[in-house]
């Protein structure tokens, strides 16, 4: 049997809907555990990258992280202390002109962005 992990601020809703349509087993479950030791991974390998960036040097990589741990810093609203090395991406990834530009345009439009 499946098991569709899901937690605050995730995108679960539509592997949860899909799984109904198609009328396939799982068991829901809460997964605030799992992604809080997700993230002290990803604190931990920040903390120890080569440069200030997820992989040394500005990529991809910075990009999504910055996405997944801006939702969840939204709707989780750890203390910054918990994750300083995720936070100081967060921080670096959002003084960013391309970053700034995005997030105006896309609150312009009317996307619900996280504060």
């Known amino acids: ?66 996405r997944l741990y801006w939702r969840f810093a939204a709707s989780r609203g750890p203390e910054p202390a918990r994750f300083p090395a995720l936070q100081a991406h967060h921080d670096r990834m959002l003084a960013r002109p391309a970053v700034q530009r995005t997030i105006a345009i896309e609150a312009e439009i009317g996307y619900e962005l996280p504060a």
């Open 1 to 66: 049997m499946l098991t569709l992990f899901f937690a605050p601020g995730a995108s679960s809703m539509a592997p949860h809907i899909a799984l109904h349509e198609i009328g396939v087993p799982f068991t829901p479950r809460q997964g605030q555990d799992h992604a809080d030791g997700i993230w002290a991974i990803a604190e931990q390998r920040l903390a120890r990258a080569p440069g200030p960036w997820a992989l040394g040097t500005y990529s991809i990589a910075d990009i999504h992280l910055f």
